[in-house]
């Protein structure tokens, strides 16, 4: 059977690079996951990517 409400992601380092922040934004992933230093740059990698569309 189909989940539809299954959430996929990435968690990990490559979470944190704004490549795999767009990347993920980009194939339709639900989330990224990373250590606490790397969040501001991904949430600044994921609003870029949102607005870039």
């Known amino acids: ?20 922040v767009k990347f993920c934004h980009k194939v339709g992933l639900n989330y990224v996951s990373c250590s606490p230093f790397r969040v501001p740059i991904a949430r600044l990698a ?6 870039e569309g």
């Open 1 to 20: 059977s189909v989940r539809p409400g299954l959430k996929c992601g990435i968690c990990g380092e490559h979470g944190g690079e704004p490549s795999s």
């Open 46 to 51: 994921a609003a870029q990517a949102a607005i």
